[in-house]
């Protein structure tokens, strides 16, 4: 046998082991892990209990290989008789055994999707992880100016400050603005009447949440909501680490720190009637949860409740509150997010009691991992009410006045990066009542983040936060205000600033006086 001969061999024999591996592997996980029936009918149904990609692409990739292979010989019948079939008989001892090797191949791969177990998780996996965390905490941190989630490009951002403004159309107010490690309000007309700011190193109480090490530029505010007299609440978060998070903070018209609560909070915080706080947190669980088919140990997102001045009432285990629900078959499905983030929660709202069947309340969760919006009884602490559809990566559900609900629905048109939109629906019967673009034209664009908010007369201000831009539409979907964060940085002029979001508040409602300050 010629030497070249020899690799042709070697290399159809690797090549049919591998397949044969992987098709071992995704014909039980196909089974196994996922119902591929259920996710088909309900696919087809509209009614998906999981967006799929991962699934139908694999099996149509297959599809398309066994077609073209198909085409293929029938193409080369003539070359197969004159030419493969000499070759194949010549060569039938090793073809015999490179089937072999691709039978065992194949019931190998099937036995580790099946059993979770394989040579690489036994010895090496946790090792690759270890060695993956080390480097990432240690070297991979973002340098200050580099395209960051505070900090873009000027020659990326067309707007900077105000954009299209039609007073008429407009709903008016002021609106606030937060990100790096600030708010201001801003006018209709882009003037900045007040801003907040807090030096970090003078409030970081907490070492073991902000360790000296830890560059202070990576922090940032994620959410804040303001009250009447000028005090800002404010989520601080931080690039880079898990769990996320670094606390819960309340701050006066002056920036004075009134209370800082050092956790590890994330995504999204809301108020009750009461004035205590409802915010996300996290840490690293190890406990099995019963009726969950999770791997140990995940990250633990909870519901970290405190009073209105920033003391500890309680701690709600979200990922428990699915054990003995209905929906504890959300986890049997693919989750987008690795490493453990199995809900990666990113909402919560406060319900009027009596809606979901919460007699004394609920709250709106949304759970990116599972896909899925869902309700949270608060006397019974379990899920009572759970749906996924035809958004993917979504954020920020609210429960709206007419009882639909509205939410940033990151990946609209599913199987692309860039074409966000914002969709009203009838939570009971999946119509789209209302949806911003109308039709998917990439005018609207993060994959992640995203919020809105449903003005006074019917408006919608959307939070575009990769975009970096506010932007009001009215339901016809015309754009009537539009604002982009306006600062160059004082250390690298190339760079200008990025914010999370923002939220427009009714004039008369804002009781201070405005110190007129841009925030940096
Ligand atoms: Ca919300």
Not at 36 to 53: C, K, M, V
Not at 431 to 442: G, H, K, L, R, T
Not at 471 to 482: A, N, P, Q, Y
Request: net charge negative.
């Amino acid at each position: 046998m010629t030497s070249k001969r020899r690799i042709i061999y070697i290399a159809a024999t690797l090549l049919s082991i591998l397949v044969a591996w992987l098709a071992g592997r995704r014909l039980v996980q196909a089974i196994y892990n996922g119902n591929a029936g259920e996710y088909f009918n309900s696919f087809i149904t509209g009614q998906a209990t999981h967006p799929l990609d991962e699934y139908l692409s694999d099996f149509n990739i297959l599809f398309v290989i066994i077609i073209a292979v198909a085409i293929a010989l029938l193409l080369m019948r003539r070359i197969l008789t004159q030419v493969v079939r000499p070759l194949l008989l010549r060569n039938l001892p090793l073809i015999i055994g490179a089937a072999s090797l691709a039978f065992i191949a194949f019931i190998y791969g099937a036995w580790t999707a099946w059993s979770g177990a394989s040579l690489y998780k036994f010895w090496l996996e946790d090792t690759f992880a270890a060695a993956r965390a080390i480097y990432q905490d240690k070297f991979r941190h973002r340098p200050l100016f580099g395209e960051s989630d505070t900090w873009v490009l000027r020659s990326k951002r067309n707007l900077q400050g105000l954009g299209t403004y039609s007073p008429e159309d407009a709903q008016d107010g002021i609106t606030l603005v937060y990100g790096i490690q600030s708010a201001w309000l801003v006018d209709m007309d882009g003037t900045i009447l007040h801003s907040w700011a807090v030096d970090y190193d003078s409030i970081s109480t907490d070492r073991e949440l902000i360790p000296r090490s830890y560059p202070v530029t990576y922090i940032y505010w994620h959410m804040a909501r303001l009250q009447p007299n000028g005090d800002l609440v404010v989520m601080i978060d931080q690039f880079d680490k898990t769990p996320n998070g670094l606390a819960m903070m309340k701050i006066d018209h002056d920036s004075n720190v009134l209370w800082i609560h050092p956790h590890h909070v994330h995504h999204d915080f809301n108020f009750d009637k009461q004035g205590n706080i409802y915010a996300i947190d996290q840490r690293i669980a190890d406990e099995e949860v019963k009726g969950l088919k999770i791997e140990t140990p995940y990250l633990d997102d909870g519901l970290l409740v405190l009073s209105p001045d920033g003391k500890l009432i309680d701690r709600i285990s979200l990922i428990k509150a699915f054990s003995g629900s209905d929906y504890t078959k959300f986890f049997n499905n693919y989750s987008d997010y690795r490493n453990g983030d199995y809900l990666h929660t990113n909402n919560v709202d406060v319900l009027e009691p009596g809606l979901f069947g919460a007699a004394s309340g609920g709250l709106l969760l949304s759970f990116t991992g599972l896909g899925a919006i869902a309700v949270m009884d608060m006397e019974s602490r379990k899920i009572v009410w759970a749906r996924v559809g035809f958004w993917r990566h979504q954020h920020d559900p609210d429960m709206l006045a007419n009882n639909n609900i509205m939410l940033f629905n990151n990946l609209c048109a599913l199987r692309t990066d860039n074409d966000a939109c914002v969709t009203e629906i009838d939570p009971e019967t999946y119509e789209i009542v209302w949806q911003y673009p109308e039709n998917s034209d990439a005018s609207l664009f993060s994959a992640y983040r995203g919020r809105q908010q449903v003005l006074a007369n019917g408006n919608v201000l959307i939070s575009e936060f990769q975009n970096g831009r506010l932007v009001e539409v009215t339901r016809d979907g015309k754009i009537v205000w539009e604002y982009s964060c306006p600062f160059a940085s004082k250390v690298n002029p190339d760079y200008v600033c990025n914010f999370v979001a923002g939220r427009r508040y009714d004039r008369s409602s804002l009781n201070f006086e405005f110190n007129g300050k841009p925030p940096m």
